[in-house]
């Protein structure tokens, strides 16, 4: 279970506030990239805070308000699928967690980041690898994350029915494979992920599609 070793740690040398950053839907389709940034006193955590993927859907709703009642501040980030599209996938997640540091009503001193690669954030970070598994205040974002953009593709599943992202919220399923082969991609997929490129443009020459994302393995807690 994650704890608070880590952000003990960093007050020891850095007092003041610390947070805990995670993103949610790298890997998908379609839709954006959600990331989260949450600042826990070390007395006021709710209990069950895990990794978002150990959870269940029901688990992560009812921990949500918990989170956002307990913590110092919690805030939301994201990045659009045309943002992904145009600066790819890797800096629309440091930008969409910038924007999550940057909407923290408390200005934090630190941050810890989930994963090994280090966004430009509005104050100094270090990276945690598994850290939603580790560290409370990055498990506590990831949750936040999670449940956001869940709750985004829900709304969109509304619009585009098709898909079944109500289940598989934008990842490359069968089931959402199969709508993209026979339907065609709507203006939530992204342009630059593989799957998506290919058919709207079947002779894209070879040089682009090696710039192409490859859809990333997910595991059925991370759809669902």
């Known amino acids: 279970m994650p704890h608070y070793i880590f952000e003990s740690r960093v007050l020891k040398m850095r007092p003041g506030p610390i947070c805990g950053v995670d993103e949610a839907g790298r890997g998908p389709l379609a839709g954006p990239v959600v990331a989260a940034a949450v600042i826990f006193e070390r007395k006021r955590i709710p209990k069950g805070i895990n990794d978002s993927k150990q959870l269940t859907p029901e688990d992560r709703e009812a921990l949500l308000p918990r989170i956002l009642e307990m913590a110092v501040a919690v805030g939301v980030g994201e990045a659009s699928v045309d943002e992904i599209d145009l600066i790819n996938i890797r800096q629309a997640t440091h930008l969409a967690m910038a924007r999550a540091v940057r909407a923290l009503s408390l200005a934090p001193m630190f941050a810890l980041v989930d994963g090994n690669d280090a966004p430009a954030l509005p104050c ?11 560290s409370v205040s990055i498990a506590a974002a990831s949750i936040v994350a999670k449940v956001t953009r869940d709750r985004m593709m ?71």
């Open 154 to 224: 829900v709304a969109l599943h509304e619009q585009h029915p098709s898909y079944g992202w109500f289940t598989n919220k934008g990842y490359s399923t069968e089931e959402h494979i199969e709508a993209l082969n026979r339907l065609g991609p709507c203006i939530h997929h992204r342009r630059s992920f593989a799957p998506v490129h290919r058919l709207l443009y079947p002779n894209a020459s070879p040089a682009m599609l090696a710039s192409l994302v490859e859809p990333e393995s997910f595991s059925e807690a991370e759809a669902a």
């Open 124 to 134: 100094p970070c270090d990276t945690i690898v598994d850290g939603d598994a580790r």
